[in-house]
Nanobody
């Protein structure tokens, strides 16, 4: 069992930056792939980025590639999402998730990110 807690969301203006954190408050995800997803009002949850236990392996959605960077500190059981050049369309609740054998199994409660134009 892994329990995840996201933090770092907030309200910023377009062009600003935010860094989200995802901490495993219970359990560990040091050997699992960890991802960030987001869900805007009235829309389905969408993939944002993911990073494998090998820190060199990460993938991004096209919509955030070049602006967002995912990283992890296994010693701290923490995964980060650095978000730069934020746009109003990045407004959403951001969730982190841990991948298990059957897919994305463990989810956090989410953190709200709101970008004003």
């Amino acid at each position: 069992q892994v329990q995840l807690v996201e933090s770092g969301g907030g309200l910023v203006q377009a062009g600003a930056s935010l860094r989200l954190s995802c901490v495993a408050s219970k359990g560990s995800f040091s050997v699992n792939r960890v991802g960030w997803f987001r869900q805007a009002p009235g829309k389905e949850r969408q993939f944002v980025a993911a990073i494998s236990w090998n820190p060199g392996s990460s993938v991004y959605a096209d919509s955030v590639s070049g602006r967002f960077t995912i990283s992890r500190d296994n010693a701290k059981n923490t995964v980060y999402l650095q978000m730069n050049s934020l746009k109003p369309e990045d407004t959403a609740v951001y969730y982190c998730a841990v991948e298990a054998t059957a897919g994305w199994k463990y989810w956090g409660q989410g953190t709200q990110v709101t970008i004003s134009s």
